[in-house]
């Protein structure tokens, strides 16, 4: 199956595409349609290349496919998890409990230096069980029927969390994917598209730092894309969770950007932070969203019918957890050290950049699905294709299909070992 889309590259392409094996449903009639548009999940794909293939049995196998932070994560989340274990018994609120939204909303003013009252915790947080149900549920929020009498479209950078555009194929939107290459700074250009596709924009995702390539947004660029929301009446998500994994200067927020406009409007603008990589705690499921309080009603209220609100002693932990710099601190150091790793046994191969920000590296390899077999068959090392984040432009080129993603997740003597073996084995 293939899903047309649009794809902005340096010239504006129609019919570009996602390449798709959907399973065939035995009797349609009782299926959403716009389900069937849902394409393989990359780690489905990843697990249909590599599965009828062996690793080589001497060496001990090392996955770097997937964004899962294997650093260790504070003990006072277990000890926190085991005092508070006696309120397993109750329903946690979906709204998170006032600690935990305090404790969110002091982090955003204290990382983003914001100004007093522009976030009170109860009118402007909303806890998430992690932030990837989060991104999924604001397309039921964000996206109309119609807009501007058209299929309303939802933009998102190319390549793109994957999430984004399963939330929109399932809203019933068109998933519109705007190139972010090396040539434009990894940083989509979503001014520059047509007015057509602009007027009929319900909501766009972005995502600062990025996933895979590490790029950055300025307060400039989170300005023009504020701006660009309000001129067009469209929903703006930046999906921040990579925000406090960087190096160098800490990136900007879109709450930072928001604060230096008029009247610190936030109408429109939520902004998603997950405690996944700031604190390694992926399996503790726990994230929040910022921003627009009137959206954040509705976000509420659709919580409340079909959402699943993270346990009373994970609100706990996370409340700890926003409390705390400390580790976070240490954490960032520990990729730091990883980095410089990478750059002294990749040296310049590969087209090696250290990003600005996240845990990937984005090599291009030339060919990344080959190259992905061939460290899977030869070196036990599991990586990402880089097209399997991609879709394909309107003449058929994927952006991604020259590159690899490699999650630099592991601690730095497991990472040793497998940056040796792909300089080894590319
Ligand atoms: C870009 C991006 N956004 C959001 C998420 C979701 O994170 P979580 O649901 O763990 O908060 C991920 C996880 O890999 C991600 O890479």
């Not at 933009?155 to 555009?165: K, R, T, V």
């Not at 190096?247 to 406009?261: K, R």
């Not at 499921?285 to 959402?307: C, I, K, Q």
Request: aromatic share 10%; net charge negative.
């Amino acid at each position: 199956m293939r899903i047309t889309c649009i794809y902005y590259g340096k010239y504006l392409k129609a019919g570009a595409s996602i390449v798709t094996s959907m399973t065939q449903f035995a009797n349609p009639q009782i299926i959403n349609p716009r389900l069937a548009d849902l394409p393989d999940y990359p780690f489905e794909r990843l697990r249909g290349l590599l599965d009828p293939l062996a690793p080589p049995a001497a060496l001990d196998p090392i996955a770097l496919s997937l964004g899962e932070p294997q650093h260790p994560y504070p003990d006072f989340v277990g000890e926190i998890l085991h005092a508070n274990r006696h309120l397993y018994g109750k329903y946690p609120p979906v709204a998170g409990t006032p600690e935990f939204r305090q404790a969110a909303a002091d982090w955003l003013i204290r990382r983003y230096e914001l100004p007093a009252g522009m976030i009170e915790a109860d009118r402007h947080i909303v806890p998430c069980a992690g932030t990837r149900e989060g991104l999924f549920r604001t397309a039921f929020l964000a996206v109309p029927p119609e807009k501007a009498g058209q299929r309303p479209a939802v933009l998102m950078p190319n390549p793109f969390y994957q999430c984004y555009a399963g939330a929109a194929i399932a809203a019933g939107a068109e998933p519109i994917f705007v190139s972010a290459l090396a040539e434009n700074g990894f940083l989509p250009d979503f001014a520059g598209l047509d007015e057509a596709i602009l007027a009929r924009t319900a909501l766009v995702y972005f995502c600062t730092p990025a996933n895979p390539q590490g790029a950055v947004a300025s307060l400039d660029y989170l300005n023009d894309l504020i701006a660009l929301s309000r001129q067009y009446e469209f929903t703006l998500v930046v999906d921040e969770c990579y925000a406090e994994i960087y190096n160098g200067a800490p990136p900007p927020g879109t709450l930072q950007a928001c604060a230096a406009g008029e009247a610190q409007d936030l109408s429109g603008i939520l902004v998603f932070h997950s405690l996944s990589k700031r604190s390694n705690v992926a399996g503790l499921r726990s994230g929040f969203v910022a921003g627009d309080p009137d959206m954040l009603t509705l976000y509420r209220r659709l919580s409340e019918y079909g959402g699943n609100p993270s346990p009373l002693p994970v609100y706990a932990a996370a409340t700890a957890l926003w409390r705390d710099e400390d580790h976070v601190v240490a954490n960032r150091a520990l990729y730091v050290e990883k980095f410089d790793l990478a750059e002294r046994v990749l040296s310049n191969r590969f087209g090696f950049y250290k990003p600005e920000g996240g845990f990937f590296l984005w090599l291009d390899v030339g060919d990344g699905e080959a190259a992905t077999v061939e460290l899977w068959t030869r070196a036990a090392i599991q990586v990402l294709p880089g097209a399997y984040l991609t879709a394909e432009d309107g003449v058929g080129d994927n952006p991604g299909n020259r590159y690899i993603r490699v999650a630099m997740v592991h601690e730095r003597a497991v990472m040793e070992d497998a940056l040796a073996r792909i300089a080894q084995t590319l």
